[in-house]
């Protein structure tokens, strides 16, 4: 890695830094929808989640000694991703879909699907300057937890384009090419 200035400049100049805009959601996989790239996923806003590995302290001899425990994945309990809203709504109905195979209290409508599928995923791709997929990361064992309200202003409203937030849980993630 860069050490001075010079070697920063030219390490970005030759390699380049990674830009908010260069990462996609390309593929939502969840028991009752499916939202696949060959579709538009109109993702607004994503991250990449964060991995952090648990301190366990063993005390021997006087000393403390700090071992690594099990892999937590942030925001695995709760991953937004925020989306457009299109026109005829078929993402959020889509995602209200999936929502409804996890837990629907319809009648006749069955309980839902309480068990992990370990199937189920979401992957999120960082690209490079020319848009290609540089990165792929998978979140496994996905499931739908919450779809956000969509606010319109009918009575002052400007034009804007409406977006929404849904969010996931998932057991972890995989890292790959």
């Known amino acids: 890695m860069a050490a001075t200035v010079s070697e920063f400049y030219r390490f970005v100049a030759e390699k380049g830094l990674s830009r908010d805009f260069l990462f996609r959601v390309t593929d939502i996989s969840i028991q009752g929808g499916n939202i696949q790239q060959g579709e538009l996923v109109l993702a607004r806003a994503a991250s990449v989640p964060g991995r952090i590995i ?7 001899g006087g000393h403390e000694f700090h071992l690594g425990g099990r892999a937590v994945y942030s ?7 925020e989306f457009y809203c299109d026109e005829s709504s078929t993402l959020r109905n889509n995602l209200e879909q999936m929502s409804r195979t996890t837990f629907d209290v319809l009648p006749g409508a069955g ?3 309480y068990g992990i599928d370990q199937n189920a995923s979401i992957t999120l791709k960082q690209l490079n300057k020319q ?7 998978t979140l496994k ?7 956000g309200d969509i606010d319109y202003m009918i009575a002052d409203g400007t034009g804007e384009i409406v977006s929404f937030t849904a969010t996931f ?9």
């Open 75 to 81: 925001q695995s309990d709760g991953y937004p991703i």
């Open 54 to 60: 648990e301190d366990k302290i063993a005390n021997y």
């Open 131 to 137: 848009f290609q997929g540089i990165s792929t990361i």
């Open 141 to 147: 064992g996905a499931s739908i937890r919450e779809i």
């Open 169 to 177: 849980a998932y057991q972890y993630y995989e890292m790959g090419a």
């Open 111 to 113: 309980a839902g699907n």
